[in-house]
């Protein structure tokens, strides 16, 4: 954005030799770059990341490269003053090249389970803020979540409250982005720490001699985080809980969905209805958010939803996502009404089954069609 | 935003689309787009949502815009699956101005709230807590975590204004945006000031309140920051006043680019280009201007807010002031067709005041004089002595503004129409301020259709 195109580096614009070298370099770079534009252009338009999805998912990384990476250069900045390494601590505390690109540089951040995280996360919330939202018809009347804070079963209000603390925590304060966590699962989380440990390394490679005391202090501030982090903290964690804590009846079930998706709660809907229907978070989520909702209305009906509500979710999904279409919702929905609760479910089995055979399954599939 | 009553026609449709019966102003819509009873409906926005009620059987409410002849109404439109029908209900029925400002978002709102904020806060339509900025309760000395879902008023003691209203109150009547709500966080006796916009549901309801909270005072002990060493930079954020500078540093340069090239498109100067697409880039145009115009006044706020803030007092002459700012605003004035009388050359009105600030002021208030008034009608700018003050006098012959009104143009976004195009809500503020901060003040009298008078006093220098 800058109105002067003149690179000053150190106060001092480039050299000839630079230049010259740059222009050497030139073609190769216009050669790989029309590549990536090719390759870009042929892309499949299913499934493709949309501007907005790409941009909120180029900052929940970020932002979680960087939280991690500043918990564990502060801690080990501390370490290495405690233990008298004053240079040390200046080379670890001085800014380099940012984790994030580093970490992207090598490959890591394409780490299908971190990625497949990630791009949900960041659908979940767009979702979330897209959906239209509904007022109770008695002005009077607190928001869902708010009704069970006042709840007089102790164990019911208080997974209430841990909800609206952990969205609160996650959504983070008017100079949001410092104070969030990163609110991986446990084993992305753990995973994580390490790359960023090791890009710190990387960095002040400078060290030289005293890479020994780096090394020890780096990888007590990344112990030292993964201790202090709780996956039992997380936003959907705590949905889970809460939902666990309604236990809902079938015939209140239906209620409670439509009116979490009236207040905005998306992770309080994707928790409902993982409780419901004995399912993981990740799971409930990937059925919910996926735009050809066949799966979700199977569900739905697994657990003798009636029309009513269904067509209430259905809408509010179409509403929230330009992905989803209306028309063809009307037309899905008279088709799934015809099917009852026991054959939705025996249809839904695959889903039931353990993650990691699903995904074994698919990937033998895949292997087959590349043969 | 809109009229806290809101006027509902009701309709009919048979199962197949077709009006069954209508209320007179349905009808009457119907009829200037073609339609009739025993005939298909013939607004398409509302048709198809009566369609869907029907095809979903669940009741939908949106809202949608509807082209009325050569106007366009923002409609509340709910239908009803009944027995073989479906039933609609048609409210608002406000004409809509052809662009408005983007600041109808609720998201969008809620960015700029967080601008320049303490913390942030959020209610259901009970006004009950459902989300808090988590760290605010550790730097303000309440328990953010026990106050969610809790009501508002649990946390905070809202205080009356002058009026002896509670400005949340009137502001969840009207469904509007509300500025300058006093409250204490109770038990701690610090004050803050609340801001916040409505959140509106698909059927028009009020369904809670995304706001800003601003401390008052300066927390007793600066938190204490132990570290050994310099931390690491901050990833984002950055001092407070480092905002504007940002926001002016990033803004203006592409909105900058973005007018010449939607004006250059306008004006067809590459070559010829369909009627329709050169007004889009008018448009396009209009509302980067506009974008432009808040940029400077956001800009502008965050030195006037400033605690620190002072003017010069220097030794100005309020009608060579008046003159000056009623030249520059001579292209706009001609371009309305609207007059402007100056004071004369002779007179003098020697005043104490920043001379680059009260030019600021004036030229606010003739502008805003000139984009009010009528074509072929005139401004006055008149000097007047008023004991140990000196007062332009800015009289136009608009629409004018309503007593109730008065106080709250001069509130930070304060508009009297929320529709009305231009202006970011802020001159007004920002002239007050200024005003007050050379020893003066900005006052307004004026009746509705009696056109607006507007009071600009300084310290006289004798």
């Known amino acids: 954005m800058s109105d002067n195109p003149v690179d000053m580096r150190d106060g001092a614009t480039i050299g000839a030799k630079e230049l010259l070298a740059r222009a050497a370099a030139a073609e190769t770079r216009a050669q790989a770059g029309l590549r990536v534009a ?3 252009f042929f892309l499949s338009e299913d499934g493709r990341l949309d501007e907005r999805t790409r941009a909120a998912l180029a900052a929940l990384l970020r932002q979680l490269v960087e939280s991690v990476e500043a918990e564990i250069r502060e801690h080990g900045v501390r370490l290495l003053t405690g233990r008298g390494e004053n240079a ?25 389970a971190l990625m497949t995280e990630l791009i949900a996360r960041v659908r979940q919330e767009a979702l979330g803020v897209a959906l239209p939202m509904q007022a109770a018809d008695d002005p009077e009347r607190p928001s869902l979540i708010n009704r069970f804070v006042q709840h007089p079963d102790r164990l019911l209000a208080s997974s209430a409250m841990a909800v609206l603390i952990a ?4 959504r983070g304060g008017p100079d949001a982005g ?87 709660r998306i992770v309080v809907f994707i928790a409902l209805l993982a409780h419901a229907l004995g399912l993981s978070y990740e799971t409930a989520r990937e059925l919910v958010l996926d735009p050809a909702a066949d799966r979700l209305w199977l569900a739905l009906r697994s657990l003798d939803l009636p029309r009513e509500p269904i067509a209430q979710i259905g809408y509010a999904l179409c509403e929230a996502d330009p992905h989803r279409d209306l028309e063809s919702f009307a037309d899905t929905l008279d088709a799934a009404m015809t099917v009852d609760a026991a054959e939705a ?13 699903r995904a074994a399954m698919l990937a033998l599939r895949r292997s087959e069609r590349l043969e | 935003m809109f009229d806290p009553v809101l006027p509902v026609a009701v309709g009919r449709l048979d199962a197949r689309g077709r009006l069954i019966e209508a209320e007179a102003r349905l009808l009457e819509l119907n009829e200037r787009a073609g339609g009739n009873v025993g005939a298909p409906l013939a607004v398409p926005q509302i048709a198809t949502i009566a369609r869907l009620a029907q095809r979903l059987g669940i009741a939908i409410s949106r809202n949608v815009i509807a082209a009325d002849g050569e ?19 048609v409210s608002g029925w406000r004409p809509r101005p052809a662009w408005q400002p983007p600041a109808a978002e609720p998201g969008r709102d809620g960015d700029f709230l967080r601008s320049a904020a303490d913390w942030m806060w959020e209610t259901d339509a009970s006004l009950r807590i459902t989300f808090l900025s988590i760290e605010a309760g550790a730097r303000c000395g309440f328990d953010s975590s026990a106050m969610l879902g809790q009501p508002l008023t649990r946390l905070l003691s809202l205080a009356q204004d002058e009026q002896g209203n509670l400005p949340i109150l009137t502001a969840v009547a009207a469904q509007a945006r509300f500025d300058g709500q006093k409250a204490e966080i109770r038990g701690t006796g610090r004050m803050v000031r609340l801001e916040a916009t409505p959140r509106t549901d698909a059927a028009g309801r009020f369904a809670g309140f995304v706001g800003a909270a601003h401390m008052l005072d300066p927390p007793a002990h600066p938190p204490a920051i132990e570290v050994p060493l310099p931390l690491p930079e901050a990833p984002f954020g950055g001092f407070p006043d480092s905002f504007s500078q940002r926001l002016d540093r990033a803004l203006r340069g592409p909105l900058g680019r973005i007018i010449a090239n939607a004006d250059s498109i306008s004006a067809q100067s590459e070559g010829p280009l369909k009627p329709d697409y050169a007004g889009y880039a008018a448009d396009i145009a209009n509302a980067g201007r506009h974008l432009l115009g808040l940029v400077d006044d956001l800009v502008d706020l965050q030195a006037i807010e400033r605690p620190d803030f002072a003017t010069v007092p220097e030794a ?121 901060a050379m020893g003066g003040d900005l006052l307004v009298d004026s009746a509705p259709g009696m ?12």
Request: charged share 30%; with cysteine; hydrophobic share 45%.
């Open chain 1, 345 to 357: 479910r025996a249809a839904l089995e695959p889903v039931r089954l353990h993650p990691d055979y």
């Open chain 1, 167 to 170: 969205e609160s925590r996650r």
């Open chain 1, 178 to 264: 410092q104070f969030t966590q990163a609110e991986l699962p446990a084993e992305l989380h753990h995973r994580l720490v390490w790359w960023v440990a090791a890009a710190l390394r990387e960095r002040s490679l400078a060290a030289g001699d005293s890479l020994p005391l780096l090394d020890s202090a780096l990888s007590e501030a990344a112990q030292r985080s993964l201790a202090a982090y709780d996956e039992g903290d997380r936003l959907e964690a705590a949905a889970l809980r809460f939902a666990a804590a309604i236990d809902a009846r079938p015939h209140e079930l239906a209620d409670l969905l439509v009116e979490s998706l009236g207040d905005q």
């Open chain 1, 88 to 112: 040390l601590a200046a080379t670890l505390a001085a800014s380099g090249l940012s984790a994030t690109d580093r970490l992207a540089r090598a490959g890591l951040l394409r780490d299908p």
């Open chain 2, 316 to 436: 100005i002459d309020l009608a060579d002031v008046a003159r000056r700012a009623a030249g520059l605003l001579a292209v706009r004035a001609a371009q309305s067709n609207v007059r402007i009388d100056k004071p004369a050359l002779d007179e003098q009105l020697p005043v104490t005041g920043e001379f680059r600030r009260a030019l600021q002021v004036l030229v606010n208030l003739i502008g805003n004089a000139v984009r009010y008034s009528p074509p072929g009608g005139m401004v006055w700018i008149r000097l007047e002595r008023d004991g140990a003050m000196g007062c332009v006098i800015i009289a136009d012959q608009g629409k004018g503004i309503a007593t109730e009104d008065q106080e709250r143009i001069f509130e930070k976004f304060g508009r009297v129409d929320p529709d009305e195009q231009g202006g970011s809500g802020l001159g007004l503020y920002i002239a007050r301020l200024l005003a007050r």
């Open chain 2, 71 to 89: 106007e366009d109404l923002d409609l509340w439109v709910r239908a009803q699956p009944e027995e073989g029908a479906v039933r609609i209900e």
């Open chain 1, 38 to 40: 090719i390759r870009d």
């Open chain 2, 451 to 462: 056109g607006a008078r507007f009071v600009f006093m300084l310290p006289c220098r004798d």
